[in-house]
């Protein structure tokens, strides 16, 4: 399982770590130097960080902004989350791109695949912010869409549970994990993984998916030198 170039996605909750809102400078770290023991390793790493830890879209209808200008406010929220990652990374000595999918030249770079492909094959981390830069379109579809186009081996989802379970593991002790589905058993038993759009073009393009505890020290490592970490959806 020897993977050459992935995609890590994040979520922007995960960034809060014990707070309730905002950016945990610990969690932040601990993240870089989960991405730099890979790094060294000599893995390529493209990065999708989501924004729900400052901004989520689907708030912005229930406190009466337009859905449309709700999403692009959460896509400038990947934007900070994703600068945030680069600043951290950097801290620890990578070198890295950001680039997005609204053009913000004074911060980031427009997103170009061949550019991006490049950076990447000259061991630069690659941040995508912005999400695809359209509206109705999450995060998760993000990391999806850029996972195909820059040809990465795998998704790899990093949560705070260590995988997919048959029930949700914090209401039901009883519920047991899955070490590897396939991706229509997800779609017959309707576990949420993804939505379905970022699920359905994972499938269709044929890149597996990983969903594994990204907060666990050592995991990612683990997970990207073969070892059994969360569950595999192929």
């Known amino acids: 399982m020897g993977y050459k170039r992935i995609l890590l996605k994040l979520s922007g909750e995960a960034l809060m770590g014990e707070q309730n809102y905002g950016i945990d400078s610990k969690r932040l770290d601990q993240y870089a130097q989960e991405i730099k023991k890979v790094h060294d390793s000599g893995i390529e790493i493209a990065i999708v960080i989501g924004g729900g830890n400052i901004y989520r879209g689907v708030q912005a209808e229930a406190s009466g902004i337009d859905r449309v200008q709700g999403d692009y406010m959460g896509m400038l929220a990947t934007v900070i989350n994703a600068m945030a990652i680069q600043s951290a990374l950097e801290k620890h000595g990578m070198y890295t791109r950001l680039m997005s999918g609204?053009?913000?030249?004074?911060?980031?770079?427009?997103?170009?695949?061949?550019?991006?492909?490049?950076?990447?094959?000259?061991?630069?981390?690659?941040?995508?912010?912005?999400?695809?830069?359209?509206?109705?379109?999450?995060?998760?579809?993000?990391?999806?869409?850029?996972?195909?186009?820059?040809?990465?081996?795998v998704v790899l989802k990093g949560t705070r549970v260590d995988g997919v379970y048959t029930a949700d593991p914090e209401k039901d002790p009883s519920a047991t994990r899955f070490e590897n589905l396939s991706f229509d058993e997800v779609i017959q038993k309707g576990y949420n993984i993804m939505d379905m759009t970022a699920f359905t073009l994972c499938q269709e393009n044929n890149v597996p998916i990983i969903v594994f505890d990204m907060n666990k020290p050592g995991n990612l490592d683990k997970l990207v030198t073969g070892e059994k970490v969360g569950t595999l959806i192929s």
């Open 102 to 153: 609204i053009k913000m030249e004074a911060v980031c770079e427009p997103f170009i695949r061949r550019r991006a492909v490049r950076h990447l094959e000259k061991g630069r981390i690659v941040i995508f912010g912005a999400g695809i830069g359209n509206p109705y379109f999450t995060t998760d579809s993000t990391a999806s869409l850029r996972a195909i186009e820059v040809e990465a081996d």
